[in-house]
């Protein structure tokens, strides 16, 4: 079967907030997934109260589209009782899945809200046909496959399992050092516990070597040596590349995969829309039968924070490569300097908010859902009573700003590159 005959995959997209779910829908996501105050993989994200999470949902389903809420940590007994009453809550709220880990969970969502879509979360590991089948037999929509697997290993499940059963897979973000996140650095370094959704992040700290003693120490803490032998005197042994399958996308829909799902939660609204809208514009393209991918799309990833980028484990064995970093920290993003609130065409004036300083003579990109960054200078500025001014000093202030062609409300202004004179 031809990629442009294979139906749509899904874009699933990461929602850590409410302005980030906004910026993914709007920049083309067909799904989101977001969490509560508990129970979730990411307690460190903003997530989304009762309250915000009805809104999320109405919203979302207002412009079609879906919601999942992940449950996907791994509860002990004493916390049974507030997960039921949770699972009971989100029942009423009707999301149109959650997405859990632990066979428990998993029990007991088929016991109080049978009627509940479940998605198999990326923490249960699925990593053969009869891992996917024994959780579609359970009752399982969907399974998110284990990261460690490969392009072809993939093919073979998706060959091997009803249809009726769906596969999804990260295509974009951050990887663990340790399998799909089962690690315990962060509880042994600072007593928060990765499987409980607090972890630290150990292995993105910045360490040194001890050269005397062949000794890992990690810059603020010094007390805690981690044994090990290394080069150069500095070492992110433990950090993973960032994946990014944006130049295979036709390989993926080609593999049957349903849902191509987004890292970040923890990102930015940035970060959100301008990863989003350039799968958005990947996924399309192949739609159409376009197997090359544009240039365009590379350079909108590179303007967001970010590692290495690797393709992960679809091209190479998890037994055999670690994929870590070979430079140093994140390449950072582009600032976040404005969203668009409105737009008059009758003076060409965009009213926007402020989440950056902006200050005249600024090259600036405009980011539009479908199209990458445009191109332009700040010229003038004006404050929200309309009198010019210099800059945009004050957080969330609202200014108007000349643009040399129409915009939305939503779109993003970003920094620009500085373009030297000949």
């Not at 509880?187 to 000794?215: M, V």
């Not at 944006?246 to 080609?254: G, N, R, T």
């Not at 969203?339 to 004036?349: F, H, I, K, Q, R």
Request: aromatic share 8%.
């Amino acid at each position: 079967m031809k990629t442009s005959d294979r139906p749509a995959p899904e874009l699933l997209s990461p929602a850590g907030n409410f302005e980030k779910m906004e910026a993914a829908i709007r920049y083309g996501a067909n799904a989101v997934y977001l969490a509560g105050h508990a129970f979730g993989m990411r307690s460190a994200a903003d997530n989304f109260s009762d309250e915000e999470l009805a809104a999320a949902i109405a919203y979302a389903h207002e412009r079609g589209v879906r919601v999942y809420v992940t449950v996907n940590t791994a509860p002990r007994d004493a916390e049974y009782p507030a997960l039921a009453a949770y699972l009971r809550r989100l029942g009423e709220l009707a999301p149109d899945a959650l997405i859990v880990a632990d066979i428990g969970v998993f029990s007991l969502c088929r016991e109080l809200i049978p009627e509940m879509e479940l998605h198999v979360s990326t923490q249960a590991n699925s990593v053969s046909a009869a891992d996917v089948r024994a959780w579609g037999r359970l009752g399982a929509k969907r399974v998110v496959l284990s990261r460690e697997l490969t392009l072809e290993e993939i093919r073979a499940i998706r060959a091997a399992v009803p249809l009726g059963t769906e596969l999804e897979c990260f295509i974009h973000g951050s990887m663990c050092i340790s399998y799909s996140g089962r690690c315990l650095l962060s509880n042994y370094l600072c007593g928060r516990d990765a499987n409980h959704g607090a972890c630290a992040q150990p292995c993105r700290w910045e360490y040194k070597i001890r050269p005397t003693s062949y000794e890992l120490i990690e810059r603020e803490r010094p007390d805690m040596p981690i044994p090990i032998e290394e080069t150069a005197g500095e070492t992110f042994i433990m950090s993973s590349r960032d994946l990014s399958m944006i130049a295979h996308v036709p390989e993926l829909i080609d593999a049957g995969i349903a849902s191509f799902k987004i890292e970040g939660r923890m990102k930015s609204a940035y970060y959100t829309a301008v990863v989003t809208n350039a799968y958005r514009m990947a996924i399309d393209a192949a739609l159409r039968g376009e197997t090359q991918p544009d240039p365009l799309w590379l350079r909108e990833l590179a303007s967001v924070s970010h590692r290495e980028y690797d393709t992960g484990y679809f091209f190479a064995d998890s037994r055999k490569e670690a994929l870590t970093c070979r430079e140093s920290g994140y390449i950072r993003e582009k600032a976040y300097l404005a969203t668009v609130l409105s737009y008059d065409p009758a003076t060409g004036e965009a009213k926007c908010v402020q989440r950056n300083k902006v200050s005249v003579g600024d090259p600036m990109e405009l980011l539009t859902p479908g199209k990458g960054g445009q191109p332009l200078f700040c010229t003038a500025l004006f404050d929200e009573e309309h009198q010019p001014i210099p800059s945009t000093p004050h957080p969330a202030m609202i200014f108007y700003l000349p643009v040399p062609f129409p915009v939305q409300p939503g779109d993003i202004l970003r920094g620009g590159e500085v373009i030297p004179k000949s």
